[in-house]
């Protein structure tokens, strides 16, 4: 009967562990990517947050700021050290938004970096 008892406990735990950890994969994400210019360099793809938060993943070994517009709403932004991560918060859903880059560098710099649809905290790391 015991160990019954502790077969079932540990059955319990192992599934409640695995619905506690979503894969990678499941995260909604876009690469907007850039080439830096003089001026903000916006990225084509378009944005559409389901989640309500929107984070900004800096793939450079430099400093950037993010840029980010909706048609009708003012233009929200947020600095990114290198390899760091911001979070916008209060972003609509369903609202298709455009992603822009810029950092102090020289032109034609590339800028890497990945949109996720929610909150995400991990760093970038090579």
């Known amino acids: 009967m015991k160990k ?3 077969l079932l406990l540990a059955c319990i735990m192992a599934l409640l562990l695995v619905s506690c950890s979503a894969p990678a994969g499941d995260a909604k994400q876009w690469d907007c990517s850039v080439k830096a210019a003089e001026a903000v360099v ?3 793809q378009k944005i559409v ?5 929107l984070s900004f993943q800096n793939r450079n070994d430099f400093d950037m700021v993010v840029y980010l517009k909706a048609e009708g709403q003012q233009e929200r932004t947020a600095q990114i050290p290198a390899g ?4 916008l918060h209060q972003v609509n ?3 298709e938004y455009t992603v822009g880059c810029t950092a102090q560098t020289a032109p034609g710099t590339q800028i890497l970096c ?6 995400t905290t991990d760093v ?3």
């Open 4 to 6: 019954c008892f502790f």
């Open 42 to 44: 916006y990225s084509d």
């Open 49 to 53: 947050s389901e989640k309500g938060t």
């Open 84 to 87: 760091g991560v911001a979070a």
């Open 93 to 95: 859903s369903g609202t």
């Open 114 to 119: 990945v949109v996720y649809d929610g909150e």
């Open 124 to 126: 970038y790391t090579k």
